[in-house]
């Protein structure tokens, strides 16, 4: 229940969300992700990762995208799949960061009985500059799989990367409405999967024959709810509706008042469907 007089989301389904838990800022706007897409030079860096991998025989490579919790079972089974299939190749993208620490650097510390020295040494996994986004890694590889956060898969699929999120806690058949998990609403066998072992025999199956599952990982039917706009400009868009604030007070509105004024310029600007709440005579429900 956010008291502030102006919300930004990403998009549709986020506005969604947030009215239904109880939101009730006046002004709600549709302003896009503001993390930048990803950088050319950081691109390059992980396809030079990628390419060593390929060199060692890897076929398919893939990212692996933790929580901030050790997941143990998550690298165990990923890790074990690589040391018994010469064909496979990881990136690891943890979250965290190199002065915050990661759960992959508590699962290295562990070592996992060998599992982690004895991939090392394969020449098929390598990690991914802490300091990189996510979608810089997503899209050089085949496909990313996550687990536990969701915002690392939906924004390397916002930048064209085919991802696959393991779901343990099947949020889509919780309290939750579906559609607020968007990924799932595509369909099974798709972009969610609810154990390690599907995920696996997808990758496998599409490996073999790219035909048997032509969507595999491929978000993009539900691209435009999760963000219409996807170039990063989100925070160029804010700092311009705060702009024409600041400007509609110095022409000696009140705050109502200036507040009204940036709204219609951002819908006369970007489209009113990117006003969710804020319009004269638009329902704020």
Aim: one cysteine or more; a negative charge; charged letters at 20%.
């Amino acid at each position: 229940s956010m008291t502030a007089q102006v919300f930004f989301s990403w998009g549709a389904n986020d506005a969604r969300v947030y009215m239904d838990t109880g939101g009730i800022s006046k002004h709600l706007l549709i302003g896009g992700c503001p993390i930048p897409p990803p950088q050319k030079k950081a691109q390059e860096k992980h396809l030079r990762l990628v390419s060593q991998i390929r060199k060692k025989g890897a076929k398919y490579v893939l990212a692996l995208f933790d929580s901030s919790f050790e997941s143990k079972m998550f690298y165990g089974f990923f890790l074990s799949w690589l040391l018994k299939d010469p064909n496979l190749g990881l990136i690891i993208k943890s979250k965290g960061s190199v002065n915050v620490g990661s759960a992959w650097l508590d699962i290295q510390a562990d070592g996992l009985d060998g599992l982690v020295e004895n991939a090392f040494q394969t020449g098929r996994l390598h990690i991914a500059d802490a300091k990189a986004s996510p979608a810089d890694v997503a899209t050089v590889v085949d496909f990313s799989v996550g687990i536990g956060s969701y915002s690392a898969v939906t924004l390397s699929a916002l930048n064209g990367a085919r991802v696959l999120l393991v779901d343990f806690e099947r949020l889509d058949q919780g309290i939750a409405a579906q559609s607020t998990f968007l990924l799932h609403s595509l369909g099974p066998n798709r972009c969610v999967f609810y154990e390690f072992d599907s995920v696996k025999n997808a990758i496998l199956e599409y490996a073999d024959n790219p035909e048997s599952n032509p969507e595999l990982g491929n978000a993009s039917p539900v691209l435009d709810l999760i963000d219409p706009f996807r170039d990063g400009l989100a925070g160029q868009r804010m700092g311009e509706y705060i702009k024409w604030y600041l400007d509609g007070r110095d022409q000696g509105l009140n705050r109502d008042g200036s507040l009204l004024q940036a709204t219609e310029k951002y819908a006369a600007k970007w489209g009113e469907d990117k006003v969710v709440r804020g319009l004269a005579g638009l329902e704020a429900v």
